[in-house]
T-cell receptor, first 116, second 114 residues
Framework: NAGVTQTPKFRVLKTGQSMTLLCAQD?????MYWYRQDPGMGLRLIHY???????AKGEVPDGYNVSRLKKQNFLLGLESAAPSQTSVYFC???????????????FGPGTRLTVL | GQQLNQSPQSMFIQEGEDVSMNCTSS?????WLWYKQDPGEGPVLLIA?????ELTSNGRLTAQFGITRKDSFLNISASIPSDVGIYFC??????????????FGKGTKLTVNP
């Protein structure tokens, strides 16, 4: 049981390049999330999904796209990377049974992205 | 949007000391989550609280869900060097209209001197 995994761990892009970050979870969770973490800003929600085939915007969605074709996977895409997207990206997942005992968001190890 | 205010922002303590940090909000929460993030890693869930007044322990860690539902506290007893990291509080505010998203505090950075 690996929990939440993220690929890759590190990536360096040039401005204008595109890339996709992959998140996978093996906990059969309905909800999945993408966050970015910047110094002094805490965790900010980019996009999230409440189920296969559905996505929604979070707090800072501009410049990112997402897809949830399979329940266990959530992809984050950058179509044209900008230096402002240099950050650490975290994926998380949680169950959909409401906030009862045992419910929480579980995080992956992160992807450190640098855009030159 | 709703915000969680964590204090203190940072703490520098000696090994063996007890630590206390808190999280407050102007909105009501029905769940409080406490996470720890080690350098270069993702946040790891430490303690989850689901009822007002609830007091829950996890080893040397104890967290409480405030009676007003607008605050929560995390205490660490007899700190050790591996307690170093950033501690985050989080919760889904009732005013949000949906239960799937969390609001996070900005974290308390803990440094433990051996």
């Amino acid at each position: 049981n690996a929990g939440v995994t993220q690929t890759p761990k590190f990536r360096v892009l040039k401005t204008g390049q595109s890339m996709t970050l992959l998140c996978a979870q093996d906990m059969n969770h309905e909800y999945m999330y993408w966050y970015r973490q910047d110094p002094g800003m805490g965790l900010r929600l980019i996009h999230y999904s409440v189920g296969e085939g559905t996505t929604a915007k979070g707090e800072v969605p501009d410049g990112y796209n997402v897809s949830r074709l399979k329940k266990q996977n959530f992809l984050l895409g950058l179509e044209s990377a900008a230096p402002s997207q240099t950050s650490v990206y975290f994926c998380a997942s949680s169950s959909a049974r409401g906030w009862t005992s045992g419910t929480a968001q579980y995080f992956g190890p992160g992807t450190r992205l640098t855009v030159l | 949007g709703q915000q969680l205010n964590q204090s203190p922002q940072s703490m520098f303590i000696q090994e063996g000391e007890d630590v206390s940090m808190n999280c407050t909000s102007s909105s009501i929460f029905n769940t409080w989550l406490w996470y720890k993030q080690d350098p270069g890693e993702g946040p790891v869930l430490l303690i989850a609280l689901y009822k007002a007044g609830e007091l829950t322990s996890n080893g040397r860690l104890t967290a409480q869900f405030g009676i007003t539902r607008k605050d929560s506290f995390l205490n660490i007893s007899a700190s050790i060097p591996s307690d170093v990291g950033i501690y985050f509080c989080a919760g889904p505010p009732l005013t949000q209209g949906g239960s799937e998203k969390l609001v996070f505090g900005k974290g308390t950075k803990l440094t433990v001197n051996p």
